[in-house]
C-alpha cells in the first residue's frame, strides 16, 4: 500500500519557487492579461524591423520561441536523454526541415498541425507537472495516470471547442485552400454553425467526466494513496484559467496569458 514519505518535500524545488514559478503562474497570467487590456502596451502598434508590432505582442513573441529554443538545448544538452533519442533529435528534424524546404503543400500542413499540437502539448506539460506532485507524495506514479491525462486534455481543448476563441483556432483550415485542399476550408464555418451542440457535448460530457474522476480519486485515497493537493492547486488554478480565458475572453488577452504562463513555467522546470 502506498504510503508518502516522511522525508522527502512535496515540492519539486521547494515552497516559495513553487508556488511562484508553478502553482500560481496560471492566475498571475490572467492577471498580468487583465492588466495589460486596452493599454497603449497592447493597443498601439509600431515598427520592429519590419514587423508591425505592440509591446505584448513583441513580448509574448520572444518568451514563445525563447522557450522552444529551451527545448533543444534541454533535448540536446542532456546526454543521457540524448542517447536514448538520437534518431528522433537529429535524422527526424532534418527529414522534416528538408520537406518544409521543398513542399509548400508541408508547410501548409505543418502549421495547421503546430495549431493543434500546441493545445495538446500545453495540456501535456501542466499533465507532467502534476504527476511530479504525484510521485513527490509517494504514490503510484502510474496510478491515475490516464484519468490526469484526460483532464488536462479536457481543460485545454474542452474551452476552445466551446468558447468564443475556437475560430482563431480553426481558421487555419482556410489555408488549406493554397494546397487544393478546399474541401477543408469548411471546416470554420462548420464549427461555427455546430458550435452550441459541440457546447452541450462538452459542457455534458465534461462534467460527467469531472464526476468519474473525482470518484476515482476518493476510491484511490481509500485504497492508501496520498492525496496530492499541490497537484490539486495546479489542475485548478490552470482549469479556472483556461476555462475563463478560453472560453470567454473577456479581456481580448487569450493567446497572451495562456502562453505566458506555459513559457514561464517551463522556463523554471529546466
Same mark, same amino acid.
Given at each position: ?25 496560471? &492566475? =498571475? !497570467? %490572467? +492577471?498580468?492579461?487583465?492588466?495589460? @487590456? ?9 515598427? /520592429? ?46 527529414? &522534416? =526541415? !528538408? %520537406? +518544409?524546404?521543398?513542399?509548400?503543400? @508541408? ?9 493543434? /499540437? ?153
Amino acid at each position: 500500500m502506498p504510503t508518502r514519505s516522511t522525508t522527502s518535500s512535496p515540492y519539486i524545488v521547494g515552497p516559495v519557487y513553487d508556488w511562484v514559478f508553478f502553482l500560481s503562474t496560471p &492566475l =498571475l !497570467a %490572467l +492577471l498580468a492579461g487583465v492588466a495589460i @487590456a486596452d493599454t497603449p502596451f497592447t493597443d498601439r502598434p509600431f515598427d /520592429w524591423y519590419g514587423w508591425e508590432v505592440t509591446g505584448s505582442s513583441l513580448l509574448i513573441g520572444a518568451l514563445i520561441h525563447a522557450h522552444l529554443v529551451l527545448v533543444f538545448v534541454r533535448s540536446h544538452g542532456n546526454r543521457e536523454i540524448f542517447r536514448l533519442h538520437k534518431l528522433r533529435f537529429t535524422l527526424v528534424p532534418l527529414a &522534416l =526541415l !528538408a %520537406l +518544409l524546404s521543398l513542399s509548400r503543400s @508541408a508547410i501548409v500542413i505543418a502549421a495547421l498541425v503546430a495549431t493543434f /499540437w500546441d493545445v495538446y502539448h500545453s495540456g501535456m506539460q501542466t499533465f507532467g507537472f502534476g504527476r511530479i506532485y504525484e510521485a513527490k507524495c509517494g504514490n503510484d506514479p502510474t496510478a491515475g495516470r490516464r484519468l490526469d491525462w484526460a483532464l488536462n486534455q479536457l481543460l485545454y481543448a474542452g474551452p476552445i471547442v466551446a468558447g468564443v476563441t475556437m475560430l482563431d483556432h480553426f481558421e487555419d483550415f482556410e489555408s488549406l485552400a493554397d494546397i487544393g485542399a478546399a474541401a477543408f476550408t469548411r471546416m470554420p464555418l462548420w464549427m461555427s454553425g455546430h458550435q452550441a451542440t459541440l457546447a452541450e457535448l462538452v459542457l455534458g460530457g465534461g462534467t460527467v467526466f469531472l464526476a468519474y474522476y473525482v470518484y476515482a480519486a476518493i476510491q484511490r485515497h481509500r485504497a492508501g494513496q496520498q492525496v496530492a493537493w499541490l497537484k490539486v492547486v495546479l489542475y485548478i488554478g490552470t482549469g479556472l484559467t483556461s476555462i475563463y480565458t478560453w472560453g470567454f475572453n473577456s479581456w481580448g488577452e487569450a493567446f497572451f496569458i495562456m502562453n505566458a504562463f506555459h513559457a514561464v513555467q517551463y522556463f523554471a522546470i529546466v
